[in-house]
């Protein structure tokens, strides 16, 4: 059984467009994060969320808005998607939320903006 | 702020080589420190990781020591295979459990 899972795994749509990449994880773990690998492979935190709460939202846009229905998932929704847009988003937990915490990742959301 | 700073690629060798990946980082207090790799197509994983000061991480045969006085955390491993060709990144930990990674390494093997 994969421990995160994110679907689907690859999401091509035009400008302007609505879009949601979804994310469970069956690890029991509390918190839950959405980070994004640019074309150079950098990878820059968006959001966590421990037991549903938000407790870190990196300067987002607000046209990207995360959604806990319970911990074991946490939901991506962008609105009016912009060419810069375009990465590959990761889906990430860990038991606790604590500093030195392994994260597990899932294997990635590959949106193309067209 | 905080950051982690990696050595640029890409790195290419040869089987068997030694590898060493650069990484230093800035913060305040003794963060925890990690190495993640990604093979292609997939997610990251937890390569290794350090806790606190004079700590060694180790797994695979890669290695690094957590050192305080010149706030790095670099990577080695002393024979390389095909099958390491990867991107590795070092990261440091922070609040919430949030990871603040380096820019990346991109490792190729050739046999």
């Known amino acids: 059984d994969t421990a995160v899972s994110q679907t689907p795994k690859y999401l091509v749509t035009q400008m302007g467009n609505d879009k949601s990449i979804k994310c469970e994880q069956n690890?029991?773990?509390?918190?839950m994060y959405w980070y994004k690998q640019d074309s150079k492979k950098f990878l820059k935190i968006m959001f966590s969320y421990n037991n549903k709460e938000l407790i870190i939202n990196e300067t987002v846009p607000n046209r990207f808005s995360p959604k806990s229905p319970d911990k074991a998932h946490l939901n991506l929704h962008i609105n009016s998607l912009e060419l810069g847009d375009s990465a590959v988003y990761f889906c990430a937990s860990s038991q606790e939320g604590q500093t030195n915490e392994k994260l597990f990742f899932g294997s990635g959301t590959q949106l193309s903006v067209l | 702020g905080n950051s982690v700073t990696q050595m640029e690629g890409p790195v290419t060798l040869s089987e068997e080589a030694f590898l060493t990946i650069n990484c230093t980082y800035t913060a305040t207090g003794y963060p925890s420190l990690f190495w993640y790799v990604q093979y292609p197509g997939e997610g990251l994983q937890l390569l290794l990781k350090a806790t606190k000061a004079d700590d060694k991480g180790s797994n695979k045969g890669f290695e690094a020591t957590y050192r305080k006085e010149t706030t790095s955390f670099h990577l080695e491993k002393g024979s390389v295979q095909v099958s390491d060709s990867a991107v590795y990144f070092c990261?440091?930990?922070?609040?919430?459990?949030?990871?603040?990674f380096g820019q990346g390494t991109i490792l190729t093997v050739h046999p």
């Open positions: 990261a440091r930990g922070a609040f919430g459990g949030k990871l603040t």
């Open positions: 690890l029991g773990h509390d918190t």
